[in-house]
Protein backbone atom coordinates (compact mmCIF):
# COMPACT_ATOMS: atom_id res chain seq x y z
CA UNK A 1 0.00 0.00 0.00
CA UNK A 2 1.35 3.26 -0.60
CA UNK A 3 -0.03 7.04 -0.73
CA UNK A 4 -1.82 7.99 -4.16
CA UNK A 5 -3.39 11.30 -2.98
CA UNK A 6 -3.25 13.97 -0.67
CA UNK A 7 -5.40 16.70 0.12
CA UNK A 8 -5.03 20.44 1.07
CA UNK A 9 -8.10 22.28 1.66
CA UNK A 10 -7.99 26.14 0.12
CA UNK A 11 -10.33 29.13 -0.23
CA UNK A 12 -10.00 29.51 -4.37
CA UNK A 13 -8.30 26.81 -6.84
CA UNK A 14 -7.40 29.47 -9.03
CA UNK A 15 -5.00 31.26 -6.12
CA UNK A 16 -3.90 28.11 -5.06
CA UNK A 17 -3.19 26.77 -8.21
CA UNK A 18 -0.99 29.81 -8.59
CA UNK A 19 0.28 29.38 -5.35
CA UNK A 20 1.47 26.16 -5.38
CA UNK A 21 3.10 25.96 -9.03
CA UNK A 22 4.35 29.70 -9.25
CA UNK A 23 5.78 30.21 -5.74
CA UNK A 24 6.27 26.87 -4.39
CA UNK A 25 7.19 25.16 -7.64
CA UNK A 26 4.61 22.19 -7.67
CA UNK A 27 3.67 21.28 -11.50
CA UNK A 28 -0.11 20.90 -12.03
CA UNK A 29 -0.84 17.45 -12.96
CA UNK A 30 -4.85 16.86 -13.52
CA UNK A 31 -7.63 19.35 -14.09
CA UNK A 32 -11.37 18.24 -14.13
CA UNK A 33 -14.05 20.39 -14.41
CA UNK A 34 -16.31 19.33 -11.67
CA UNK A 35 -19.60 21.96 -11.69
CA UNK A 36 -18.42 24.88 -10.04
CA UNK A 37 -15.10 23.31 -8.76
CA UNK A 38 -12.12 21.23 -10.26
CA UNK A 39 -10.38 17.93 -9.35
CA UNK A 40 -7.28 19.76 -9.44
CA UNK A 41 -4.00 18.15 -8.73
CA UNK A 42 -0.23 19.07 -8.35
CA UNK A 43 3.07 16.65 -8.03
CA UNK A 44 6.72 17.35 -7.36
CA UNK A 45 9.45 18.44 -10.14
CA UNK A 46 10.83 15.70 -8.99
CA UNK A 47 8.32 12.81 -8.47
CA UNK A 48 6.09 13.46 -11.39
CA UNK A 49 4.27 10.11 -10.77
CA UNK A 50 4.66 10.40 -7.02
CA UNK A 51 2.04 11.44 -4.71
CA UNK A 52 -0.81 13.50 -5.87
CA UNK A 53 -1.90 16.88 -3.70
CA UNK A 54 -5.24 17.69 -4.17
CA UNK A 55 -6.39 21.36 -3.97
CA UNK A 56 -9.59 20.73 -2.71
CA UNK A 57 -11.74 23.56 -2.49
CA UNK A 58 -12.89 24.78 1.15
CA UNK A 59 -17.00 24.62 0.27
CA UNK A 60 -17.95 22.28 2.71
CA UNK A 61 -19.59 24.27 5.91
CA UNK A 62 -17.28 22.05 8.30
CA UNK A 63 -14.55 22.97 6.70
CA UNK A 64 -13.82 26.78 7.29
CA UNK A 65 -14.13 26.43 10.92
CA UNK A 66 -11.46 23.17 10.64
CA UNK A 67 -8.91 25.72 9.44
CA UNK A 68 -9.47 28.67 10.99
CA UNK A 69 -8.93 26.63 14.40
CA UNK A 70 -5.63 24.73 12.79
CA UNK A 71 -4.26 28.40 12.12
CA UNK A 72 -5.22 30.16 15.30
CA UNK A 73 -3.15 27.22 16.89
CA UNK A 74 -0.14 27.54 14.70
CA UNK A 75 -0.69 24.15 13.09
CA UNK A 76 0.29 23.23 9.73
CA UNK A 77 -1.62 21.62 7.25
CA UNK A 78 0.54 19.42 6.01
CA UNK A 79 4.20 19.27 5.79
CA UNK A 80 6.27 19.27 2.60
CA UNK A 81 10.04 17.78 2.23
CA UNK A 82 12.62 20.02 1.37
CA UNK A 83 16.37 19.20 0.85
CA UNK A 84 17.47 22.83 2.80
CA UNK A 85 14.78 24.27 5.21
CA UNK A 86 17.30 27.98 5.05
CA UNK A 87 17.44 28.02 1.62
CA UNK A 88 13.97 27.54 0.73
CA UNK A 89 13.07 29.93 3.80
CA UNK A 90 15.63 32.64 1.96
CA UNK A 91 14.00 31.94 -1.78
CA UNK A 92 10.58 31.69 -0.55
CA UNK A 93 10.92 34.82 1.40
CA UNK A 94 12.48 36.79 -1.56
CA UNK A 95 9.15 36.18 -2.97
CA UNK A 96 7.14 37.28 -0.72
CA UNK A 97 5.95 34.29 1.14
CA UNK A 98 4.72 34.79 4.85
CA UNK A 99 6.41 32.66 7.57
CA UNK A 100 4.84 32.12 10.62
CA UNK A 101 8.02 30.27 12.08
CA UNK A 102 11.32 30.78 11.29
CA UNK A 103 13.27 27.40 10.88
CA UNK A 104 14.14 25.49 14.00
CA UNK A 105 16.20 22.72 14.81
CA UNK A 106 13.86 20.36 16.06
CA UNK A 107 15.75 17.10 16.73
CA UNK A 108 16.69 15.28 13.60
CA UNK A 109 14.35 17.87 11.66
CA UNK A 110 14.71 21.77 10.67
CA UNK A 111 10.96 22.95 10.10
CA UNK A 112 9.63 26.25 8.85
CA UNK A 113 6.18 27.09 8.67
CA UNK A 114 4.53 29.83 6.09
CA UNK A 115 0.81 30.32 4.98
CA UNK A 116 0.13 29.65 1.71
CA UNK A 117 -2.34 32.47 1.21
CA UNK A 118 -5.43 29.70 0.79
CA UNK A 119 -5.75 29.84 4.52
CA UNK A 120 -3.88 27.25 5.43
CA UNK A 121 -0.17 27.25 6.99
CA UNK A 122 2.30 24.59 5.67
CA UNK A 123 5.57 23.12 7.15
CA UNK A 124 8.46 22.66 5.45
CA UNK A 125 11.11 20.25 6.45
CA UNK A 126 14.18 18.91 6.13
CA UNK A 127 15.57 15.38 7.83
CA UNK A 128 18.97 16.16 9.20
Known amino acids: MKI?????FVDDQDKALRF?????????????????????TVVSPE????TELVLEPDAHPAV????????????PATSFA???VRA???RLRGLGVRFTQDPVDMGPVTTAVLDDTCGNLIQIAQQR
Open 47 to 50: EPEG
Open 82 to 84: VDD
Open 20 to 40: YTEVLGFVKKHEVPLGEHRWL
Open 88 to 90: EFR
Open 64 to 75: RPYKEALVGDGI
Open 4 to 8: NLASV
